[in-house]
């Protein structure tokens, strides 16, 4: 496709349960992030891969969250045993390269979890 | 990163002008300021970034004081599909620098 691809668009889980969000970047992008979107609020960034190397997941909110991108293009974020403060949109974002100077990110439509 | 400071919201009538202000009294020497909008139940969307210079592209215009403490971004010529929240956002520039957003401004394009 050509843009950012995440699914599910929604996901309903029920407190406890673990869950999956996937992240299909545009080919050829090194660089990919996940935010987390609260209602009424600004994405706030969760964590940055180059390629398949992690190299920022300062904003992770707990270890019950974690991401992967093992071979450099989809990624995915878990999230076990979810809390109702879970409850949000997660957003990927993926940019063509790290350093150039006009590279902008391209944003997913996000993955709206609702925590029950 | 520095941190920046928009009005929540405002109103602009169709085919009028919207300017939209944005405070970054802190920013650094190297740290670029970029505009995205997010149109509801979409993904932020990259509208123009500048440095010091002001930028002009398809979309929108970036004018940045001379002192770089605060920049507005103007649509032309605003219509229905503008209406989104716009995020005004201080960061290194590269692919590789996460974005800080704010709450950013609520625009409402009305006829």
């Known amino acids: 496709g050509a843009g950012v691809s995440q699914s599910p668009r929604y996901k309903v889980a029920k407190r406890g349960q673990d869950v999956a969000l996937r992240c299909d970047p545009i080919?050829?992008?090194?660089?990919l992030f996940w935010y987390q979107q609260a209602l009424g609020q600004g994405p706030e960034f969760l964590t940055y891969f180059q390629n398949e190397a992690q190299l920022d997941k300062s904003g992770l909110p707990s270890d019950r969250f974690f991401a992967e991108r093992p071979e450099g293009s989809v990624s995915t974020l878990k999230i076990q045993r979810t809390q109702q403060e879970d409850s949000a949109v997660y957003l990927c974002?993926?940019?063509?390269?790290?350093?150039?100077?006009?590279?902008?990110?391209?944003f997913g439509q996000g993955t709206r979890l609702t925590v029950v | 990163d520095a941190k920046t400071t928009q009005p929540p919201s405002m109103d602009c009538a169709e085919g009028r002008a919207a300017n939209l202000p944005c405070n970054h009294s802190?920013?650094?020497?190297?740290?670029?300021v970029y505009w995205y909008r997010q149109i509801h139940s979409q993904g932020p969307q990259y509208i123009i970034h500048?440095?010091?210079n002001n930028e002009t592209n398809e979309m929108a215009s970036l004018i940045i004081t001379e002192d770089r403490k605060s920049s507005t971004l103007i649509l032309p010529h605003a219509t229905l599909r503008d209406t989104a929240v716009y995020y005004c956002i201080v960061s290194l520039t590269g692919g590789g620098n996460k974005l800080t957003f704010g709450t950013g401004t609520q625009l409402k394009v009305e006829l």
């Open positions: 974002a993926s940019s063509l390269a790290v350093t150039d100077m006009n590279t902008e990110a391209f």
């Open positions: 500048g440095l010091k």
């Open positions: 802190t920013i650094s020497g190297n740290e670029y």
């Open positions: 080919s050829g992008h090194v660089s």
